[in-house]
């Protein structure tokens, strides 16, 4: 069911979450600022999350070896936390996260557990291994921890060595270390992250309530719900906690919350290159104040994929993608909806330099239309 409708709604919707996700506006000025902002960012794509960080920071101040810094230096972490699946999460925050969303997580896993005879004895026994293994604080890579599980009698074909690494990074032993060439490691996140933040349960929902709102207002309860993982109840006590900084409106019978003292949302004509999986679409169960349900197969063709997109103003207007032709240079292809005039293509052009600039390569770039001639793309007014 669609609860956004009205033009006019959805364009204020838009220019309000352009603005609270930073990628209009003000931009951070670190990766860790903008993961703390947003309080968990999806990273399941490492690349596109690179680029998801990169977007909401000054041009001269975001290049993905500035982004490759921050995470080897562990200013931000990546490991499974919301929805049980990868993030982006501040060192600062990952403990009082984890403590809040995991518990859920492993019941719900429990009949996967059982599938892949995996016990609470062999999680102890896997657990201790690593604390073993990772204690001397070099990180090391999936393989080499399967390496030593199977030399422990543990065995970690398939499916089960993810359940044991995940189990683990729930349960707050151990989360992702710097990167070793282009393989992704695994430390101690006792090594990782040494400030240890601790919430009550109801003050750890209100703070997450609060990143949520303030990051990607206007949203809903059941936005939160569906990206947060809590129950509907606890959401429900969260917001009401901090209502007194929420700005509300209630569209076709739905509830919509944004912070209170959040900027008029005043956007200029803008053009952006989103990376797949991108919160500005992720975050949110009903997206249809910035995609038209009929573009909706295009950005998720099935697998969870979710396709790196191109907004206008707001609204998602078409999809991209980047092919490395080489050492120094990206070919980058725009694919539109609907038919665009010489303007948008020269605003795509200078969006594709700027991811261009993001790479540190030369960029080709080629704009086409996949939708019929006969309608076009909405005109900035």
């Known amino acids: 069911m669609r609860y956004v409708e009205s033009l006019e709604q959805r364009s204020l919707f838009a220019a309000l979450r352009l603005s609270a996700q930073g990628i209009s506006g003000t931009p951070f000025s670190s990766a860790s600022d903008v993961v703390a902002w947003l309080g968990a960012v999806q990273a399941q794509d490492y690349s596109a999350a690179k680029w998801a960080l990169g977007l909401r920071m000054p041009i001269g101040m975001a290049t ?8 080897a230096d562990g200013s931000i972490l990546r490991t499974h936390a919301m929805r049980r699946t990868w993030q ?53 890579t999936r ?36 990167r070793r060439g282009s393989h992704h490691t695994y430390g101690l996140l006792e090594h990782r992250a040494l400030e240890r933040v601790s919430l009550r349960r109801d ?15 206007p949203a809903s309860l059941r936005d939160f719900v569906w990206w947060s993982g809590l129950t509907s109840k606890e959401a429900l006590a969260g917001v009401m906690a901090i209502r007194s900084s929420l ?38 169960r009903d997206r249809t104040a910035v995609l038209d349900a009929r573009y909706s197969e295009r950005l998720n063709a099935g697998g969870g994929m979710l396709s790196p997109v191109i907004i206008i103003d707001g609204r998602v207007a078409g999809t991209w993608r980047r092919t490395v032709l080489g050492v120094g240079t990206a070919s980058i292809r725009a694919n539109m909806f609907a038919s665009f005039g010489q303007r948008e293509k020269l605003d795509i052009a200078g969006a594709a330099q700027r991811y ?9 770039i080629e704009v086409v239309a996949t939708a019929s001639r006969r309608s076009s793309l909405p005109r900035p007014s």
């Not at 003050?203 to 207002?217: T, W």
């Not at 261009?356 to 080709?364: K, P």
């Open 356 to 364: 261009a600039q993001f790479l540190q390569r030369d960029a080709r």
């Open 64 to 71: 993905e070896s500035i982004i490759e810094g921050a995470i």
């Open 247 to 284: 700005a509300t409106d209630v569209v076709n019978g739905e509830t919509f919350w944004w912070q209170d003292d959040a900027p008029a949302p005043v956007v200029p004509h803008c053009v952006h290159l989103l990376p797949a999986f991108d919160e500005y679409l992720l975050a949110y």
């Open 88 to 140: 982006f999460v501040s060192a600062k925050d990952l403990r009082w996260m984890l403590d809040l969303v995991a518990p859920r997580l492993i019941a719900r896993s429990a009949g996967r557990y059982r599938q892949l005879e995996l016990d609470a004895a062999t999680f102890e026994r896997s657990a201790a291994i690593l604390s073993k293994i990772l204690d001397s604080g070099h990180a090391l």
């Open 143 to 178: 393989e080499e921890i399967r390496s030593a599980f199977e030399r422990a009698g543990i065995s970690a074909d398939g499916p089960r060595l993810s359940h044991l690494l995940v189990r683990a990074e729930l349960d707050g032993l151990i989360c992702s270390g710097s």
């Open 203 to 217: 003050e750890a929902v209100a703070e997450l309530v609060r990143r949520y709102f303030r990051s990607r207002g």
